[in-house]
């Protein structure tokens, strides 16, 4: 079936170096993207989306970049700090209104 | 702006037993969408609801329902708990006017069965 996925269950960063963080995604007639953080105790939140006609989007120290050739999308976080460790999880609109979600990356922000 | 809010935040039953989790949207939003977190299967669509009416149901079996009230505060139930119930039950809001419409999550309910 088709679903989306990310490629990297963990990823350890030092503070104050760049995150990326990639997820594959298989439904070619997804159009909408989204990244969600969520932290320990915490529900999903929203960081950034973009829409299957566009190739890049930026945010506050948060840049998406969609690659519709390959079905890759990826979340860069500039000058990753302490506060940015959390999971973070990639989904696509699926049918309706549901949004299917990969399985998340544990991002670790080391001093 | 008050966020989705989430009653209550934890729950143990046993098995058999059955459960319902309420939700509060957004102030203004119409819709609530229902998810299931666990550690294998991560994030799973339930169901949304919009103005009373389910618009749209995942792949889960009946014992999973739910509803909505004409303030759009939404409830789920299950019954006949099974042990793999055991999750993070997510409920998230966005105004329903279209489905790229930004959704807002809470901050779960944590069911436990035992």
């Known amino acids: 079936g088709e679903s989306v996925g990310l490629h990297l269950p963990t990823l350890s960063v030092q503070e104050g170096d760049n995150s990326i963080i990639n997820c594959a995604y298989s439904?070619?007639?997804?159009?909408?993207f989204i990244w969600y953080k969520q932290e320990s105790g915490k529900g999903p939140q929203f960081i950034i989306d973009?829409?299957?006609?566009?190739d890049k989007r930026q945010g506050q120290r948060v840049t998406v970049l969609l690659n519709k050739t390959v079905k890759h999308l990826s979340l860069q976080i500039a000058a990753t700090q302490p506060g940015d460790s959390a999971v973070y999880f990639c989904?696509?609109?699926?049918?309706?209104?549901?949004?299917?979600f990969g399985k998340g990356t544990s991002l670790l922000v080391t001093p | 702006k008050a966020g989705v809010t989430q009653t209550p935040r934890y729950l143990i039953k046993t098995r058999g037993q059955q459960v319902t989790l309420s939700c509060s949207p957004i102030?203004?939003?119409?819709?609530v969408s229902w998810y299931q977190q666990t550690p294998g299967q991560g994030l799973q669509f339930l169901f949304e609801?919009?103005?009373?009416?389910?618009?749209n149901k995942g792949n889960f079996p009946g014992r999973f329902s739910g509803r909505q009230f004409s303030n759009s505060r939404s409830e789920m139930n299950v019954s006949t708990l099974e042990l793999g119930d055991s999750a993070l039950y997510l409920c998230?809001?966005?105004?329903?006017?279209?489905?790229?419409?930004?959704?807002?999550f809470g901050p779960g309910t944590r069911l436990t069965v035992l």
């Open positions: 998230a809001s966005s105004p329903g006017t279209g489905p790229t419409d930004t959704q807002y």
């Open positions: 439904n070619s007639a997804s159009d909408y």
């Open positions: 973009i829409r299957s006609n566009m």
């Open positions: 989904a696509e609109n699926g049918p309706g209104y549901a949004l299917n």
């Open positions: 102030s203004g939003h119409r819709s």
């Open positions: 609801y919009f103005s009373e009416t389910q618009r």
